[in-house]
């Protein structure tokens, strides 16, 4: 049996115009918050730099961020259109002043209250105010409405969630930061389309990098200028063909001459067998992989995603060194102390589910210092590697479980699956390279857009940072 309060919540009911009598009011109490302006900011398209953007408030007349003056007259039409007089309300015209700003933290207090009732046309006249957590009145004015002549009484609709996300704004931090570093040197390998040479020229143009043009060297003036590329600031070495590119490539690499390497217009094959070539590639003692560093609009913090690209299946051995790089480029990205989740389809070791063995394994091995820098725990499903809900509900205690800064797939084919899966459902921004040679490695796709090229050239440039320091 439903209480009288929670049947109030359950549905909405007006007072017709038979039943309302001057002096008659209605109030809401609503505390703006920074989501509220981005909310309706967001849906009238209003993005005046009082209200969206702090530095300038700061300098303006109130200096501070205010609220937009309608978001306390969408108040006003709250009340009007669910209290009083309610659903079937009739707006004809509203009259608003606004007397004083609105800042985010503030408390209004909306309060209308009928003044005038006319009854030939069964019309309202009603005085509207709000007031802030001092008393003071924000906005005051009249509201002029048909009030609904019979008794209406509807489940009150809920909404969808308002999910608010600024595309990108993980990247973007990162650019910041990168962009406050000496442009390093990168080897642009085959940059012989479009993309791979606009890419590398945006990123010149951003202060990111020096890029080392390599390749033919009349196929890439071509392309710069078919596309109007101006690439008169970049150098370029000949190369004949991709091959030679990827060898050049990884000689400067070797030489010190190249601080990061970048995939153009070739085969990633081309590129990694010149890069893990015994003779003369860029191996290290570490295995090599691949990490995403994913903007996901769902979730609060950067999540890293790892490998999608490089191991099959990989071992023990091998999930370690996955680990340890997805840490030290967690960490070059100022994730302090990165929480690691390694997933399964359970929590709980089972012998026939080898990525839940092999889990604990992991974890032992990052408490006898064999992994370092990072806080690991598994096995971990998914939904209880980034879900506190989920976490309570199955009662699970750990620093790491539902705030899960890296993600480790037990295998390629989950890590890319989950990595495209939250990229076209979640719609993520994914910006990758490869880790554990002696220098970054940019692996772009042809599908990526200039914002993905300059996101993963800043992760390059944050890594070399930390690798050479």
Same mark, same amino acid.
């Given at each position: 049996m439903l209480s009288e309060s929670d049947a109030a919540l359950e549905f909405i009911e007006n007072r017709p115009f038979d039943e309302i009598e001057v002096g008659d009011f209605a109030e809401l109490v609503r505390t703006l918050t920074a989501r509220d302006i981005d909310a309706f900011a967001v849906v009238s398209g209003d993005v005046n730099p009082a209200h969206v953007d702090t530095e300038f408030a700061e300098g303006d007349i109130f200096h501070k961020v205010i609220a937009h003056g309608m978001w306390g007259g969408a108040l006003i039409s709250n009340v009007l259109g669910t209290q009083l007089p309610g659903p079937g309300t009739i707006y004809l015209e509203q009259s608003l002043k606004f007397l004083k700003p609105v800042g985010i933290g503030d408390t209004v207090t909306v309060r209308v209250t009928v003044a005038e *009732?006319?009854?030939? *046309? *069964?019309? =309202?006249?009603?005085?509207?105010?709000?007031?802030?957590?001092? &008393?003071?009145?924000?906005?005051?004015?009249?509201?002029?409405?048909?009030?609904?002549?019979?008794?209406?009484?509807?489940?009150?609709?809920?909404?969808?969630? =308002?999910?608010?996300? *600024?595309? &990108?704004? /993980?990247?973007?931090?990162?650019?910041?930061?990168?962009?406050?570093?000496?442009?390093?040197?990168?080897?642009?390998?085959?940059?012989?389309?479009?993309?791979?040479?606009?890419? $590398?020229?945006?990123?010149?143009?951003?202060?990111?990098?020096?890029? +080392?043009?390599?390749?033919?060297?009349?196929?890439?003036? /071509?392309?710069? $200028?078919?596309?109007?590329?101006?690439?008169?600031?970049?150098?370029?070495?000949?190369?004949?063909?991709s091959h030679a590119s990827a060898e050049m490539a990884v000689s400067l690499a070797r030489d010190g001459k190249a601080q990061a390497l970048m995939k153009g217009a070739l085969h990633t094959d081309e590129i990694m067998s010149a890069v893990v070539s015994k003779s003369g590639g860029l191996r290290t003692e570490r295995r090599m992989s691949h990490v995403y560093v994913m903007d996901v609009p769902t979730y609060p913090k950067p999540l890293l995603m790892t490998d999608a690209a490089i191991?099959?299946?990989?071992? +023990?051995?091998?999930?370690?060194?996955?680990?340890?790089? $997805?840490?030290? =480029?967690?960490?070059?990205?100022?994730?302090?102390?990165?929480?690691?989740? +390694? =997933?399964?389809?359970?929590?709980?070791?089972?012998?026939?589910?080898?990525?839940?063995?092999?889990? &604990?394994?992991?974890?032992?091995?990052?408490?006898?210092?064999?992994?370092?820098?990072? +806080?690991?725990?598994? @096995?971990?499903?998914?939904?209880?590697?980034?879900?506190?809900?989920? /976490? $309570?509900?199955?009662?699970?205690?750990? @620093? /790491?479980?539902?705030?899960?800064?890296?993600?480790?797939?037990?295998?390629?084919?989950?890590?890319? %699956?989950?990595?495209?899966?939250? %990229?076209?459902?979640? &719609?993520?921004?994914?910006?990758?390279?490869?880790?554990?040679?002696?220098?970054?490695?940019?692996?772009?796709s042809r599908a990526d857009d200039d914002r993905t090229r300059t996101a993963s050239a800043a992760i390059a440039a944050l890594l070399s940072k930390a690798l050479r320091a």
């Open positions: *009732k006319h009854v030939e *046309k *069964k019309r =309202l006249t009603l005085d509207c105010t709000c007031t802030n957590g001092n &008393g003071k009145p924000v906005i005051a004015g009249q509201a002029h409405v048909i009030a609904p002549d019979r008794k209406i009484r509807r489940p009150r609709v809920t909404m969808p969630d =308002l999910v608010l996300h *600024k595309h &990108g704004a /993980v990247h973007a931090d990162l650019l910041a930061r990168a962009q406050a570093l000496e442009p390093m040197p990168v080897a642009i390998v085959h940059p012989c389309d479009k993309p791979s040479l606009a890419g $590398a020229v945006h990123a010149h143009d951003l202060g990111l990098l020096k890029p +080392l043009l390599l390749g033919p060297k009349d196929r890439i003036e /071509v392309v710069a $200028a078919e596309h109007e590329l101006d690439i008169s600031q970049l150098t370029i070495i000949d190369a004949p063909h191991n099959i299946a990989p071992d +023990l051995a091998t999930k370690a060194d996955i680990i340890q790089n $997805a840490i030290d =480029l967690a960490l070059a990205i100022g994730i302090e102390a990165p929480k690691v989740a +390694l =997933l399964s389809a359970v929590e709980t070791i089972t012998p026939r589910l080898q990525s839940t063995v092999d889990a &604990g394994a992991l974890c032992k091995m990052a408490d006898r210092g064999q992994i370092t820098g990072g +806080l690991l725990d598994g @096995p971990l499903a998914f939904d209880n590697a980034v879900s506190m809900r989920a /976490v $309570a509900t199955k009662n699970i205690v750990s @620093p /790491v479980a539902g705030q899960a800064d890296v993600l480790v797939a037990p295998d390629l084919e989950a890590a890319n %699956m989950i990595a495209k899966q939250l %990229m076209y459902l979640a &719609g993520a921004e994914a910006a990758g390279i490869v880790l554990g040679a002696q220098v970054p490695i940019i692996l772009t």
